[in-house]
């Protein structure tokens, strides 16, 4: 099991490190920043048994995603949007922009992939499970997804992975729950 998360991954559990293009409520991002400082918090206090969760609605997520894209300055992801929708499925659209890079004939300096697919945890770790993955209008397999992952990340510096892996949840979370227009974060 890794211990960090591909890019979109991160994206989705709140780890985000890209540059934003839309914009959002700031409002329902500081709603979701005061969520994480409240789950560092009560990890940190001493004698915390049982499990706690947070709410989060679908729209406060997406501005909080949209915020940390603007204040991360990531160079290849330009935006995500997700759905949420019940029995932990979500939808989204991921955007990169890889002009100046030195890209397989395969991909384009600019793509838009839609995808669905069922959040799953098991004991603090996380994956997306892909049903559908689509190249602006075009159905594809995952690993030209994670071609793509692995372009970013030799443009970070960081190891590759791919979007199929189990991860570590952050900030203590144990499990994650999506329903229609909300999640729930358990820690």
């Known amino acids: ?14 780890n985000l490190h890209v540059v934003a293009q839309q914009s959002y409520s700031r409002q329902e991002a500081e709603k979701v920043l005061k969520l994480i400082e ?3 918090g009560d990890r940190a206090e001493s004698g915390q048994r049982g499990k706690r969760k947070v709410e989060v609605f679908e729209s406060e ?9 603007e204040t991360e300055r ?6 995500l949007e997700l759905k949420f929708f019940d029995a932990n499925r979500i939808e989204g659209r991921l955007f990169f922009n890889l002009r100046g890079q030195d890209l ?35 159905e594809i397999q995952p690993v ?14 960081v190891e590759s992975s791919s979007i199929n892996d189990w991860y570590v949840l952050p900030s203590g ?4 729950k999506v329903y229609k227009g909300r999640a729930e974060f358990y820690y």
């Open 104 to 138: 397989p004939k395969i991909l384009r300096p600019e793509m838009n992939f839609y995808f669905s697919g069922i959040i799953e945890t098991n004991d603090g770790a996380v994956r997306l499970k892909l049903d559908e993955l689509f190249l602006e209008g075009q």
């Open 38 to 40: 409240k789950i560092e």
């Open 173 to 176: 979370i144990k499990e994650i």
């Open 61 to 69: 997520f997406n501005a909080y995603v949209a915020h940390r894209i």
């Open 144 to 157: 030209l997804l994670d071609l793509v992952f692995m372009i970013v990340a030799r443009i970070n510096k």
């Open 1 to 14: 099991m890794r211990s960090s998360l591909p890019l979109a991954l991160v994206l989705v559990l709140c």
């Open 74 to 79: 990531e160079q290849a992801m330009k935006e």
